[in-house]
Every structure is written in C-alpha cells, then in structure tokens.
C-alpha cells in the first residue's frame, strides 16, 4: 500500500492546481459555483483518456491536454514516468466498479473506481475534463482517500 501512497503523492504533484481563483472577488467561490456544462460525449472521451493511460499512448493524452496541464508535463514524455509508476505499483485493471461525474473545485471530474491486478482494494483514477473536451489534470490514488467534492 505504501507504492500506491508514493504513486498517488506523484500524479497529485504533477496535475495542476485547481483553485478557486475561477470564482470573481466577491462572487460565489469555485466550489459553490454551477460547473459549466460537458459535452455530450464526455463519457465516452473519460473512457477513451483513461485507455490511453493505461496503454501507454502519453502521445494521445498529451495531444488533449489543456495549455497548463501540457506545460506541466512540458512534453508527451513527460507522462511516461507517470505511466511506468502506475503500471508497475497498480497493474492492469480487472473490473470496474463505479464510474461517474463530479464536482470538486468547481470542476468536473470523471471519477473511474476499479479493481487492479496489483491490488485487491479499489483505487480510483480521477480524471478533470473542461468544457471543451480538454484534459486538464489527473489524480490517482486509493479509493478510501477519494478528496472531497463539492455540495
């Protein structure tokens, strides 16, 4: 469990920050704020995102990363340390056991709980899609330490 503390702790860091500063001075903050709305094929693009991580192809993801998550990684390769560590700590996924779409930070999420070959307890990747379909960060980590979402 330990692997997947470090594991989790390295994708936290390499995601960028959500932050309330979307909220106007003196309006609602980003967490009470209605999310805008996702496209209609949302679901399916979460879906394709978290294939794409699992098989490697940081080509892809990249290519569908917002401007700050793209300067975070600087470059598709960026993301293959990230790959590696999951593939190597977490294995491969053996069944999924609940998908859905969040709010936290005034952001939605796709939130994909599954069970993976390197651990029997679920873990939960965690994925925040803009209103253009872009990627704009990522968060991996055992599912009993989901972070809090928004009312």
Same mark, same amino acid.
């Given at each position: 469990?330990?692997?997947?503390?470090?594991?989790?702790?390295?994708?936290?860091?390499?995601?960028?920050?959500?932050?309330?500063?979307?909220?106007?001075?003196? *309006?609602?903050?980003?967490?009470?704020?209605?999310?805008?709305?996702?496209?209609?094929?949302?679901?399916?693009?979460?879906?394709?995102?978290?294939?794409?991580?699992?098989?490697?192809?940081?080509?892809?993801?990249?290519?569908?990363?917002?401007?700050?998550?793209?300067?975070?990684?600087?470059?598709?390769?960026?993301?293959?340390?990230? &790959?590696?560590?999951?593939?190597?700590?977490?294995?491969?996924?053996? !069944?999924?056991?609940?998908?859905?779409?969040?709010?936290?930070?005034?952001?939605?999420?796709?939130?994909?709980?599954?069970?993976?070959?390197?651990?029997?307890?679920?873990?939960?990747?965690?994925?925040? &899609? *803009?209103? !253009?379909?872009?990627?704009?960060?990522?968060?991996? *980590?055992?599912?009993?330490?989901?972070?809090?979402?928004?009312?």
């Amino acid at each position: 469990m330990k692997c997947l503390q470090i594991l989790a702790a390295i994708a936290i860091a390499a995601a960028p920050s959500f932050a309330s500063a979307q909220a106007p001075a003196g *309006g609602p903050s980003a967490a009470t704020k209605k999310p805008a709305q996702l496209p209609a094929d949302s679901v399916e693009r979460a879906r394709k995102f978290a294939l794409w991580f699992y098989t490697s192809q940081s080509d892809s993801l990249f290519a569908h990363m917002d401007s700050t998550s793209r300067a975070n990684y600087h470059s598709a390769r960026g993301l293959d340390d990230d &790959i590696a560590n999951f593939a190597l700590n977490v294995g491969s996924e053996v !069944k999924v056991l609940e998908e859905k779409f969040i709010t936290r930070k005034g952001n939605r999420q796709y939130w994909r709980k599954a069970i993976f070959s390197g651990d029997s307890a679920p873990f939960l990747v965690r994925l925040v &899609i *803009g209103t !253009k379909g872009e990627l704009m960060g990522m968060g991996l *980590g055992p599912a009993a330490e989901a972070p809090p979402i928004d009312p």
